[in-house]
T-cell receptor, first 115, second 114 residues
Framework: KAGVTQTPRYLIKTRGQQVTLSCSPISGHRSVSWYQQTPGQGLQFLFEYFSETQRNKGNFPGRFSGRQFSNSRSEMNVSTLELGDSALYLC??????????????FGSGTRLTVV | AQSVAQPEDQVNVAEGNPLTVKCTYSVSGNPYLFWYVQYPNRGLQFLLKYITGDNLVKGSYGFEAEFNKSQTSFHLKKPSALVSDSALYFCAVRDKLGDDKIIFGKGTRLHILP
């Protein structure tokens, strides 16, 4: 079966712009989580959605937002981009919320470069 | 709040030797613990998890990890390293009594020397 699909794979944006990233989870998975990966900070948790509801949110400014649709696909949006937002953004899906029984399956990520 | 530490940024091991990648955690309750591996330009791949039960957990590609509650550790091990094991390894923790966030360590880069 198809894995977690993230689009686009690469993105270059200018400071001040906004960007939307997309994640399609594995069929049947209802939980989608987003992480920001940078060399210095490792993986930092952004948010988790389950059945269209945000269950958890990390310590990121309000410029970072997300949503989940009824088909479990998720988008994250970053407004007013800053140079420090350059990172690999990873999406992970799971059958359940909070990994009670199942682990994450990660997508290959979207590499965002802000210039 | 839960946290996880990987004290080594990089580990170098000769091919054929045993390897250990260290992970310690802090949670208020009992933990769920995970190891993931990331190859260049790829997302993370699941290796193994500890939920409950036997402290020694076996996972993919010959890796195993031992849950040690008294030392709050979950070190990743493999008896004989392969060059293809060279990658970035992440430990992650979720507090069963916490807010369900899955927190990852900063990663340890494993270099297997031929």
């Amino acid at each position: 079966k198809a894995g977690v699909t993230q689009t686009p794979r690469y993105l270059i944006k200018t400071r001040g712009q906004q960007v939307t990233l997309s994640c399609s989870p594995i069929s049947g998975h209802r939980s989608v989580s987003w992480y920001q990966q940078t060399p210095g900070q490792g993986l930092q948790f952004l948010f988790e959605y389950f059945s269209e509801t945000q269950r958890n949110k990390g310590n990121f400014p309000g410029r970072f937002s997300g949503r989940q649709f009824s088909n479990s696909r998720s988008e994250m949006n970053v407004s007013t981009l800053e140079l420090g937002d350059s990172a690999l953004y990873l999406c992970a899906s799971s059958l359940d919320a909070g990994l009670v029984r199942y682990g994450y399956t990660f997508g290959s990520g979207t590499r965002l470069t802000v210039v | 709040a839960q946290s996880v530490a990987q004290p080594e940024d990089q580990v170098n091991v000769a091919e054929g030797n045993p390897l250990t990648v260290k992970c310690t955690y802090s949670v208020s309750g009992n933990p769920y613990l995970f190891w993931y591996v990331q190859y260049p330009n790829r997302g993370l791949q699941f290796l193994l998890k500890y939920i409950t039960g036997d402290n020694l957990v076996k996972g993919s590609y010959g890796f195993e990890a031992e849950f040690n509650k008294s030392q709050t550790s979950f070190h990743l091990k493999k008896p004989s390293a392969l060059v293809s094991d060279s990658a970035l390894y992440f430990c992650a923790v979720r507090d069963k009594l916490g807010d369900d966030k899955i927190i990852f360590g900063k990663g340890t880069r494993l270099h297997i020397l031929p």
